[in-house]
């Protein structure tokens, strides 16, 4: 096993699904992910998802970058966060409001559950 691994979605079999249509607000978003580490409690690849808006409720803490696009995150209290490419954001375990993609957006992230 080598000590450093790249993240790319070459080589890496992705992981393709939709929000719970209950949560969906807009669109018919997709999510496609490629996991490239899981190992407990902890995950890191890329994400890249299609327009539409959903909700969600963070449980666990989340390290993103955006690679392209687009997304506005939009708290429960009205805040509006957007993320463009070139952005790196914390995202805090009991962050709950909606994600709404405005432009395909791709992300490397590193989860700690």
Same mark, same amino acid.
């Given at each position: ?34 996991? /490239? +580490?899981?190992?407990?409690? *902890?995950? #890191?690849?890329?994400?890249?998802? !299609? ?5 969600? $409720? =963070? ?7 955006? /690679? +392209?696009?687009?997304?506005? *995150?939009? #708290?429960?209290?009205?805040?509006? !966060? ?5 952005? $790196? =954001? ?24």
């Amino acid at each position: 096993m080598t000590h450093l691994l790249r993240v790319t979605r070459e080589g890496t079999t992705p992981e393709v699904s939709r929000p719970d249509p209950a949560k969906v607000v807009s669109g018919d978003p997709v999510h496609t992910t490629w996991n /490239l +580490e899981t190992r407990g409690g *902890l995950y #890191a690849g890329l994400w890249h998802a !299609t327009l539409g808006e959903w909700r969600c $409720s =963070y449980t666990e803490w989340e390290y993103v970058h955006i /690679l +392209e696009g687009v997304s506005v *995150l939009t #708290a429960a209290d009205g805040t509006q !966060t957007t993320l463009r490419a070139g952005d $790196s =954001y914390v995202i805090r375990p009991g962050f709950e409001g909606t994600w709404r993609v405005v432009e395909p957006t791709l992300k490397d992230y590193v989860i700690l559950t």
